[in-house]
Nanobody, 127 residues
Framework: QVQLVESGGGLVQAGGSLRLSCAAS????????IGWFRQPPGKEREFVAA????????YYADSVKGRFTISRDNAKNTAYLQMNSLKPEDTAVYYC????????????????????WGQGTQVTVSS
């Protein structure tokens, strides 16, 4: 079992930045991939970014590519999502997720393959 806790959300003006953190606890000695998803109001949960255990494999949704950066510090059992040039359409509840393994599944965009989820943190971008 891996427990995940997100932090760092808040209210920011368009063009601003936020950094989300995802702290993992529990079975963190085993390799696990980390993903970030978001759920805008009234919409389905969508993929944002994913990073492998080593950090050598990273994926981004097209909508955030060039603006968001995913990273992780395994010594601290923490992953990050640096969000720059935020837009009102980035407003959502952001979730981090994890599943065990060294690699990232080819189905990484699907929420159903991710085993563990945090409680989410709200990000609101005002225009």
């Amino acid at each position: 079992q891996v427990q995940l806790v997100e932090s760092g959300g808040g209210l920011v003006q368009a063009g601003g930045s936020l950094r989300l953190s995802c702290a993992a606890s529990g079975r963190t000695f085993s390799p696990y991939a980390i993903g970030w998803f978001r759920q805008p109001p009234g919409k389905e949960r969508e993929f944002v970014a994913a990073i492998s255990w080593s950090g050598g494999i990273i994926y981004y949704a097209d909508s955030v590519k060039g603006r968001f950066t995913i990273s992780r510090d395994n010594a601290k059992n923490t992953a990050y999502l640096q969000m720059n040039s935020l837009k009102p359409e980035d407003t959502a509840v952001y979730y981090c997720a994890a599943y065990g393994g060294n690699m990232i599944s080819s189905d990484y965009k699907s929420p159903r393959i991710w085993s563990y989820w945090g409680q989410g943190t709200q990000v609101t971008v005002s225009s």
